[in-house]
């Protein structure tokens, strides 16, 4: 699976952006997809995940009430939709992917996509 998100800017705080995820692969429907982000200086963290069929969404406690993910199977796609927007979700994102259930780190998942950056000005 090859993995290329896209959707980053510069936006102000209370703002929104929309991240995307192409996957290429005939198999991305039974994976588990998973965005991460990591800010200067900072570890990599977990921000959501779905399961394979989209059924079940996951949320890290910072981001729950604002985030959304969501997939298109159909597309090969998957999204990541920011509101209300903070400066401390300035990182850069990493969409990722993994065979089997969902986990909240880092090293199960298989497949990075490069990464793109959000700045969130205050």
């Known amino acids: 699976v090859q993995l290329q998100a896209s959707g980053g800017g510069l936006v102000q705080a209370g703002g929104s952006l929309r991240l995307s995820c192409a996957a290429s692969?005939?198999?991305?429907?039974?994976?588990?997809m998973g965005w991460f982000r990591q800010a200067p200086g900072k570890e990599r963290e977990f921000v959501a995940a779905i399961n394979w069929s989209g059924g079940s969404t996951y949320y890290a406690d910072s981001v729950k009430g604002r985030f959304t993910i969501s997939r298109d199977n159909a597309k090969n796609m998957v999204y990541l939709q920011m509101n209300s927007l903070k400066p401390d979700d300035t990182a850069v994102y990493y969409c990722?992917?993994?065979?089997?259930?969902?986990?909240?780190?880092?090293?199960?998942?298989?497949?990075w996509g490069q990464g793109t950056l959000v700045t969130v000005s205050s």
């Open positions: 990722a992917a993994r065979p089997g259930f969902v986990v909240f780190t880092t090293d199960p998942y298989n497949y």
């Open positions: 692969g005939r198999t991305f429907s039974s994976y588990v």
